[in-house]
């Protein structure tokens, strides 16, 4: 019995021993979140397109096919915080629809605009966007879109072009985005 006790009061020693080596530690002071700054006159250049648009396009014939249009509407409004454009797109095509959003927003890194894009087809993309003045072009790996503001900024007009091999481009689709009501 003697030695049952004298183990155990060395158990409850070394245990006393261990858990004062293991002492809670403070945490470590949490780190500020980091602030973008978001240049005004970056966003006054997205706030252009807020607003529903109505969508006609035309795509192109092609290898024999014939040239067919859509319709659609095209939403573009400021995320929550006022940092993003969300833009979600609705169109009908051989009387089926599809859809697609895309979010835009400023780089601090580059100093330009990266547009997120999720397709119908369930795949997304990153591509730049440029704009200066009213054109704004997006560059893809297959698509380069270029869209012109009217002078009274009510209509954009876009041309999409598309490339297999990143650098000859060909006409795809022709479009004109019709501004509607503004939020």
């Not at 183990?7 to 973008?36: D, G």
């Not at 995320?79 to 051989?94: K, L, M």
């Not at 959003?101 to 397709?119: K, Q, R, V």
């Amino acid at each position: 019995m003697l030695i049952h006790a004298k183990k155990c009061a060395a158990l409850a020693l070394l245990a006393i021993v261990l858990l004062s080596a293991f002492q809670p530690q403070a945490a470590p002071a949490a780190e500020s979140p980091t602030v973008h700054y978001f240049p005004s006159a970056k966003k006054e250049l997205l706030g252009k397109i807020i607003g529903r648009w109505i969508t006609q396009t035309t795509v192109l014939p092609k290898d024999g096919q014939p040239r067919f249009k859509t319709l659609g509407s095209d939403v573009y409004q400021w995320s929550p915080d006022g940092n993003f454009v969300v833009h979600t797109a609705y169109g009908i095509r051989d009387k089926s629809g599809f859809g697609a959003i895309e979010i835009i927003g400023y780089n601090t890194e580059t100093g330009a605009f990266n547009s997120y894009n999720f397709n119908p087809d369930g795949s997304f993309n990153i591509d730049p966007l440029t704009i200066e003045n009213d054109v704004w072009v997006w560059t893809g790996k297959k698509v380069r879109s270029t869209g012109r503001f009217s002078n009274d900024s009510n209509t954009f007009s876009v041309k999409h072009d598309i490339t297999a091999d990143g650098k000859t481009y060909e006409p795809f689709m022709d479009g004109t985005l019709s501004k509607g009501a503004a939020f």
